[in-house]
T-cell receptor, first 115, second 112 residues
Framework: NAGVTQTPKFRILKIGQSMTLQCTQD?????MYWYRQDPGMGLKLIYY???????DKGEVPNGYNVSRSTTEDFPLRLELAAPSQTSVYFC??????????????FGDGTRLSIL | GEDVEQSLFLSVREGDSSVINCTYT??????LYWYKQEPGAGLQLLTY?????DMKQDQRLTVLLNKKDKHLSLRIADTQTGDSAIYFC????????????FGSGTRLQVQP
């Protein structure tokens, strides 16, 4: 299994540009998440989804949009890139509402710089 | 809201034990996790503990939970240079939202 796959791994954007960060998982997980990790900080939740067609805001959703048309894919869109969105973005997935024995699996991250 | 705090840095010598500490504020925390992040990589789940447990051991890793003080620790026995990484403490409450609340991470440096 590939697990959680994120593309691209690196990207540089100009202020005001838009882009979509891709995330796909092949574990048939219902739950998917997007986090951002700023330097020296922990991960903060941007959006999450509990299943196809259902998304909800996390802690820091402003400036982002998501969609969940399939179980496998959970893309994150930046419409008008701003320097404050320079960060490393992690996608994660988990099977259900289960806790410790159903942990979140993470992708390797997308490093995004807005100049 | 929930808050998870960790010290920023720990340096140990190879072969010694490492102890990484974490405190949290959410009394409804159900599961507490330790993740490892190596440079340029995503987060790898190391171990977890359910809130009704005091201790969990998994090979070189020992997790201790003091629920009264809301204190979690991760002990790595016989620390190796390959253990050098950032270690994140995280928790999830017993609510419908299963996203994790992370600490800022502790950078473990293992000196030969």
């Amino acid at each position: 299994n590939a697990g959680v796959t994120q593309t691209p791994k690196f990207r540089i954007l100009k202020i005001g540009q838009s882009m979509t960060l891709q995330c796909t998982q092949d574990m048939n997980h219902n739950y998917m998440y997007w986090y951002r990790q700023d330097p020296g900080m922990g991960l903060k939740l941007i959006y999450y989804s509990v299943g196809a067609g259902i998304t909800d805001k996390g802690e820091v959703p402003n400036g982002y949009n998501v969609s969940r048309s399939t179980t496998e894919d959970f893309p994150l869109r930046l419409e008008l890139a701003a320097p404050s969105q320079t960060s490393v973005y992690f996608c994660a997935s988990s099977y259900s509402l289960g806790g410790g024995n159903q942990p979140q699996h993470f992708g390797d991250g997308t490093r995004l710089s807005i100049l | 809201g929930e808050d998870v705090e960790q010290s920023l840095f720990l340096s140990v010598r190879e072969g010694d034990s490492s102890v990484i500490n974490c405190t949290y504020t959410d009394s409804s925390s159900t599961y507490l996790y330790w993740y490892k992040q190596e440079p340029g990589a995503g987060l790898q789940l190391l171990t977890y503990i359910f809130s009704n447990m005091d201790m969990k051991q998994d090979q070189r890793l020992t997790v201790l939970l003091n629920k009264k003080d809301k204190h979690l620790s991760l002990r790595i026995a016989d620390t190796q240079t390959g253990d050098s990484a950032i270690y994140f403490c995280a928790e999830t409450p017993d609510t419908g939202r299963r996203a994790l609340t992370f600490g800022s991470g502790t950078r473990l440096q293992v000196q030969p």
